[in-house]
Each structure stands twice: as C-alpha cells, then as structure tokens.
C-alpha cells in the first residue's frame, strides 16, 4: 500500500473534532478516499469524500460499508442533549463500539478515538467512566494500532450552544500558559492533527494520547 491509496472512515463528522478530522482528511494527499458514517450531513461535497446517512440503531443497514484502513471515532453527545444517561451512553459508547467492531471485521488496521482526560473504566464519574469502557473495550477488538487521544478542554466554533463550556473557556484561555496540558484548552484542529498523526504511528498495540501529546503531535508544521 502506497502513502496515497489509505482509505479512512470517519464517524462523528458533524461535532467539533469531527468536523476537523473530516477537513484534514479530505486535504491529506495520503488519503485517496474518506467514508462518512453519519445520523446528520456534514453539508461538504468533495470528490474524495463519500457520506452514508445511517441510523446508528440498525447496525445491519450499515455494516457492510463501515470501512477504512484508518478509522476516525468522534461520535458524542452531551447529558442534556441525550436527556438521560442511558440516551448519552448509547451515543458515546455503543453506536462507536458497533463501528468500531464492523471496521475490525473488515480489516481496518489501525483505529482512532477521540476520548477524554481521565478516562478510566474504574473511574466514580460516570462520563469518564463511560469514555474508559470504550477504551477498554474498542481495545479488546484487536485493531493492529489502536490511539486513545485524551484531550483536556476542547475549545473551536462549536455548531450547538454549550454556554458552561463557553464561559469555563473564557476563565481557562488566559491561563492557559500556567495550566498543566491536561487542563489547557486544546483547539479542535490540533487534536484532529494529532489523530491522524497517530493514525500513521506504526507502533503496535494500543497507546494512551494525553494532552501534552496532543500538543505535540498536533503543534502546526
């Protein structure tokens, strides 16, 4: 496989990374192709780019097509947009397990996840809980590579209102020189620059990304 025939599948295109991760792919020579698995468009059109507007709850409708050498998993939502955690968990955690095991199935070989800081399946906090679960078990699958980016607080032009999430960002960005990486506001760009660096990364097994890596890997050329 050359460095211009890699096929990426991208769930999630519609929120803040995934919108992102989608412009990037689409603008990296080393993809000849990008699939969208979406509940919505992303409203782009582009000759690489194919979009399967599916409903995550009938994985038999969508299986067949959730292929890529390089799976991209961005898919999330909040509390009070679900209504109930149970609504949350089955967004966050089961529509990208399905995925993620259909891409398996189908040989994707190496398989991103944008999770989150203090993700732990032992955790009390029920959101990092939820995101260490699927850390946990989208590892279990056995991608040849798989990366968990754990990003601290993501800031970018948000498409939906998340007003404690605008003014948290307002108090964090001016201290965000003196603010550990984990807590340092990351712009979306960066981390979707980092995924699909890592994407690239021919390490072996599965990686932990904290935010100082994220920072790193995703610093612009």
Do not use: C
Not at 22 to 46: E, F, I, K, N
Not at 137 to 160: I, M, N, S, T, Y
């Amino acid at each position: 496989m050359t460095e211009t025939t890699r096929t990426a599948l991208l769930v999630g295109a519609t929120g803040l990374v995934g919108r992102e991760l989608l412009r990037q792919l689409l603008a990296d020579p080393r993809y000849a192709a990008v699939t969208v698995l979406a509940r919505r468009s992303a409203g782009v059109q582009h000759d690489k780019l194919t979009e399967h507007l599916v409903d995550f709850d009938r994985p038999d409708d969508w299986r067949a097509v959730a292929k890529g050498d390089h799976l991209f998993s961005a898919l999330g939502t909040t509390l009070k947009a679900a209504g109930s955690r149970e609504a949350q968990y089955r967004v966050d955690y089961t529509y990208q397990l399905e995925v993620a095991r259909a891409a398996r199935h189908h040989g994707t070989d190496a398989y991103v996840l944008v999770s989150s800081t203090g993700a732990s399946a032992n955790s009390a906090i029920f959101y990092s809980r939820m995101k260490g679960e699927l850390e946990r078990d989208a590892a279990a699958l056995g991608f040849p590579r798989a990366r968990f980016l754990q990003p601290g607080p993501l800031d970018g032009d948000r498409q939906e209102h998340r007003t404690g999430e605008r003014w948290a960002l307002r108090v964090l960005r001016p201290l965000a020189p003196i603010l550990p990486a984990a807590a340092r506001p990351i712009d979306a760009a960066i981390v979707a620059r980092a995924g699909i660096a890592a994407a690239f990364d021919p390490r072996p097994g599965a990686l932990r990304l904290g935010a100082a890596d994220l920072f790193r890997l995703g610093a612009p050329t």
